[in-house]
């Protein structure tokens, strides 16, 4: 595959430009001698036409969302209605400057006023920030109110955070990066948390537990109440990581199990464009006793009018410039008007139905450690295909198939784990053919094991060798010596 | 692979061998086979002190990144360099070439608990 470097430079007209029409400088005279380059940067000089037709070429390898069904566990890659695109691209919001006063933005602040409104009532939670841009930015503002909560109350000596061991891999990083330590509670035989391990850990050194809700397993913790009681009973706080409240938006809230902060992934959840590093929106509801805490600029609604609270002497600060990604909250809101509140309850009944027929399909054909009823995602394993047939080789022949594998390897809990998350967008057809796929698979390593061996086939790309990418990563350009 | 008659283990899957006051530290075969092709390997530094059971380091491979507990608590005082430019010896030499770190013990106590290599095979199954 090429690179924009590796075309023919060819002279392309700068005639195009029209004569400077004010004064000019040497560069040298305003950026001092040492800082102007002696020799002219190694850009290709390519036409607008070759450019386009290069990026073109590349967007035709790529598959996404529009393509078809994409079932990374943990990733919640639905389709995005385009009508949320609509709305991100009407121009008041598109084209709105951050630094606009406050009272030509009335309708952009009111758009996070509502959102904020919707998602406090999904959440059973009064208060809630638009600020931070990833899930994992969220689980970062709720590590630094548990830390700002325990200041408060003098209770600095409060620095672990239990985390299970089916949950997000972000949530340690995230604990971690806030200053706390990290201390794994390990899963029962059901794939929830142990309750005996839970109680002995709890001590006055605990500042809480980070659930991922459900978890990572697919499996939601039936003993949740319990858990967050035993949680505040020792003086600790409750984050739910809510990755995947596509499993039980509308039917379930986070406040009314315990929870003191809940994250939602707008960009998951609520159908916004994501993977691929963002932009994401990691919105933060939070319980009574961490409101004060909540970053600032808050958007407060006084009379008729929106407007912008920075007078917060309890707040933490801000943890990101203005107010977050604004645009995905745009396209969230699109969202939940499109669905309405019964909407949103079939996309949590969908979840679960998918991932719950998909499960009970494959696990004849696949191993699956944890069999029970599912969320929205399911775990199986690749352990015991014959002809030393792994995961990684299940999920390169899907390529060749067309179809997007499923996260691999993840979580940890699960030998050669691959970790499906149908989604609620697939229909039938869309989960029938998948299955058979597998299947096909299944009996091909049985049968024409090089088949799965020598896959992927039909991509752009064979096999990369992953481990020389990261013994030995190549990070810059080769240019061809110059003459 | 045989596992080591001089060696002790622990649940996590680290060997440690005991000469006096030295404690030589290791990931077994199992763990790297699990772990798969090993592309990074994090170091203590020498002069660290680590308590039994604490973070002594960390292996990366293809499929995850593990920590590496303290079988023993003490001070680290040799730590396997070469490891930083050729992670694979701990793929081909596991309990020989690719150990990770030394430890002066503090308490030689520590080592009681840990499993012989028929209670770790065991484990292993």
């Not at chain 1, 590796?6 to 400088?25: I, K, N």
């Not at chain 1, 919707?118 to 994992?136: C, E, F, R």
């Not at chain 1, 199986?380 to 996260?407: C, F, M, Q, W």
Request: glycine share 10%.
């Amino acid at each position: 595959m090429k690179t924009l470097f590796d075309y023919a430079s060819r002279e392309c007209a700068d005639g195009l430009f029209p004569e400077c029409d004010v004064p000019s400088a040497a560069p040298s005279s305003v950026l001092g001698a040492e800082f102007v380059r002696s020799r002219a940067p190694r850009i290709p000089n390519l036409s607008e036409g070759d450019v386009a037709r290069h990026y073109t070429a590349l967007s035709k390898l790529n598959y996404g969302v529009d393509d078809g069904i994409y079932p990374l566990g943990s990733c919640t890659m639905k389709y995005n209605p385009k009508l949320n695109e609509d709305a991100a691209r009407i121009s008041g919001f598109a084209s709105l400057h951050p630094r606009v006063d406050v009272s030509l933005a009335q309708g952009a602040l009111g758009l996070l006023y509502e959102l904020g409104k919707i998602l406090k009532s999904v959440s059973g939670l009064p208060s809630v920030s638009l600020q931070p841009v990833a899930g994992a930015h969220g689980e970062l503002l709720g590590m630094f109110l548990f830390k700002r909560y325990f200041e408060a109350r003098g209770e600095s000596g409060r620095k672990r955070i239990l985390l299970p061991d089916s949950a997000h891999g972000t949530n340690p990083a995230s604990a971690a990066i806030a200053g706390f330590s990290v201390t794994e509670i390990r899963s029962n035989e059901r794939g929830t948390v142990d309750l005996d391990a839970l109680r002995k850990e709890l001590d006055s050194t605990v500042a809480g537990i980070m659930l991922t809700v459900p978890n990572t397993l697919g499996i939601f913790e039936e003993n949740i109440l319990e858990v967050t009681r035993l949680v505040h009973e020792a003086g600790g706080l409750c984050y739910f990581d809510g990755a995947n409240l596509n499993s039980f938006i509308g039917r379930a809230r986070p406040g009314d199990m315990g929870a003191d902060v809940f994250h939602f992934n707008l960009h998951k959840t609520l159908s916004t464009p994501h993977g691929g590093g963002g932009p994401g929106a990691g919105a933060v509801a939070v319980s009574a006793p961490l409101v004060d805490f909540l970053p600032v600029p808050r958007v407060v609604k006084a009379g008729d009018e929106y407007r912008l609270d920075w007078d917060c002497p309890r707040s933490i600060g801000s943890i990101h410039g203005f107010y977050g990604n604004f645009l995905v909250a745009v396209r969230a809101y699109a969202y939940v008007l499109q669905l309405g509140e019964e909407g949103l309850r079939a996309v949590s009944e969908n979840a679960v139905l998918n991932a719950n027929y998909l499960m009970e399909r494959l696990k004849t054909t696949y191993r699956l450690p944890y069999d029970r009823l599912c969320k929205h995602e399911f775990v199986l394993s690749g352990e015991g295909l014959p002809n030393h047939v792994s995961t990684l080789d299940v999920a390169k022949r899907l390529i060749d198939y067309g179809v997007h594998p499923p996260t691999v390897y993840f979580p940890l809990i699960v030998h050669e784990a691959l970790m499906i998350e149908p989604t609620e967008t697939e229909g039938r057809e869309a989960l029938d053919r998948f299955a058979e796929i597998l299947e096909t698979i299944a009996r091909e390593a049985a049968e024409h094991p090089e088949l799965l061996h020598d896959a992927p086939r039909n991509a752009p790309v064979r096999r990369l060798d992953q481990t020389q990418a990261a013994r030995n990563p190549v990070l810059t350009y080769p240019f061809r010596a110059e003459g | 692979m045989a596992y080591p008659t001089t060696f002790r283990y622990t649940k996590d899957h680290e060997w440690v061998e005991i000469e006096g006051k030295r404690a030589r530290i290791g990931i077994t075969d199992h763990a790297q086979a699990e772990l798969g092709d090993v592309v990074f390997v994090e170091l203590p530094s020498v002069g660290a002190v680590v308590k039994k059971g604490g973070q002594l380091g960390t292996v990366e491979s293809v499929k995850a990144v593990s920590d590496v507990f303290a079988p023993v608590g003490g001070k680290v005082v040799e730590v396997n360099k070469e490891l930083e430019t050729s992670p694979e010896t701990v793929n081909q030499s596991p309990h020989a070439d690719g150990w990770l770190a030394v430890i002066e013990m503090s308490d030689p106590a520590d080592a009681n608990d840990l499993m012989d290599a028929a209670a770790y095979q065991a484990l292993i199954g």
